[in-house]
């Protein structure tokens, strides 16, 4: 069987990773890339890729070898990819790989909406950005979000879950809602939670001068833990955390319902066992969730299937019965 | 020059690391330990260590071998610990290594009052705990608070200062009073945060079922690592944080300003520039702050000047000129 070749726009720290680990997978698939910056193209063209000299030209090649596109641009810059999609290559199988999926989903509705979309968001990255921080093995074990919204294209959803396997990735269907929710909390909740940790050591006052250097000079392990995605480009944070604002707000509200609780506890009892023990549980359930056996599923498994296993927590390797 | 030997009462991580440390010390110093545990000691002594049948024996020796002792018990043991130092060695050398420095100040004050206490804080550990997770590496690079209150010893000073360096850790100078604040910023605020978000992703409800299955099999990087120490056994993130309420509630109030702020802009205008901002700024600064250059003091240095170097978050590496 010959596998779809695979056209990725956006060749940052994801889309860069997504060129190498295709071009090194069992599937022996073809991948091209575009990017709107040319000394990216020219820095993945000297690594040994294929990189087409513009989007329009990636996309008139994936017309013609009827390929799967794969936006991996950041959320500002959809709208206008997307508008390119939909002059040059209006009906052609697309996901993306940006984490926020109702965004995604109605700006794919409002500038392609002939496209064959299939949304994806593969939970990886690092602090840093950027053609030459990107991995072929960033993907290796990882979390891959495929939507599995009521009404969507069963035939590219396959193919979408297959490009996450050929990644080594593992799969978890969801809606667009629950993803947005879900990554609000475990993924967008932790950038902010970082940010304000790393504010309130350093401890600027009006004049703009630290009061914490005692403090920044102490901090160690648990705080180079609990800031280091605070090191990420802000731009970067900026596009995920205000593209879920929704999904974000309702993490926050939690975070500052509990926060203020054992705010309240420790100056009234000076207890917090409440708080430490419910966060050393929830730590220990994730632990077990990431050590759960990945699961196998039938080809023709059905939509609302999947969305149950998503809820259940599942992660789906591959097919039950190979081809 | 005879160094003097150090008598490390509890063997847990922190104790446990310390005497394999200073065992291994270019200083050839003597070390002993003792602790409650028999189990404990047993295993110190299969890895040939010299432990002591008991505090009481430990202490008898401290006297008649005139060591440093130093208090490695978590705070809820330390008055009784302190008891037995002032029954059976009363004006001891003493130090300690407990992460809360007013309590533990006020306990010496008065259980044994009449000790030659400088108080200690090595700010090293892992989620961990126990002899057998301890190493003889655990301090290296790791910063040391030593006491710098006014009226305190400074020939014990100078000797909790080289029993640091002797485990190669950089020595901070602070009061007490600067010490909790600091460490509540730093390290007690975030257990707190580390809990309030493993909480928020489990998302228990009313009947303790998690409602949140998805949300943790997509957690990844900015989750493990913000989540990280809420693995710490409960009892001794509760024994930190409840010991230093005041610097804690200080910290959390900051925390809860900052993230309400956040909140009320996310949900307003969307933005979210100024939090992301202020903690990546706040992240490089203490990027640099790691990077600074350890300085070295004179000997006859005074507390006030030591003081006022922790403020402007100078760390200690040595003497200026050898003995």
Redesign the interface.
Known sequence: MTYRPICVLGLGLIGGSLVRAVSGAPSGRKVWGATATDSTADQARADGYDVEPNVDAALQRANEEDALVVLAVPLPAVPAVLSRVHEVSPTCRLTDVVSVKRAMRDAVRQHAPQTRYVGGHP????EESGWAAGSATLFQG??W?VAADEGLDLEVWSEVTELAWDCGALV?P?TAE??D???G???H????????????????GPAGV?Q????????????A??????????EL??AM??GN?EG??A??????G???A??GS??ST????A?????????????E?RAAEPILIDRDIELARLRAL??????LAGWRSPS
Chains 1, 2 share one sequence.
């Open positions: 939970m990886a990255g690092t990882a979390r979000v978890v969801a629950e993803h929710a879900a990554v909390r475990v993924s909740l932790p950038h902010l939670l970082a940010a304000v940790l790393a504010a309130v050591a350093l401890d600027e630290s914490g250097k005692l403090a920044l000079s102490l901090a160690a392990g648990s705080f833990d609990g800031t280091r995605v605070a090191g990420t480009r802000p944070v900026l955390c205000q604002r974000l707000l993490a926050v509200d939690d975070a500052l509990r926060l203020g054992a705010r420790l100056a000076g207890g917090l066992a708080t430490v023990n419910a966060g050393n549980r929830a730590r220990s359930r994730w632990e969730t998503g809820r259940q927590g599942a992660v």
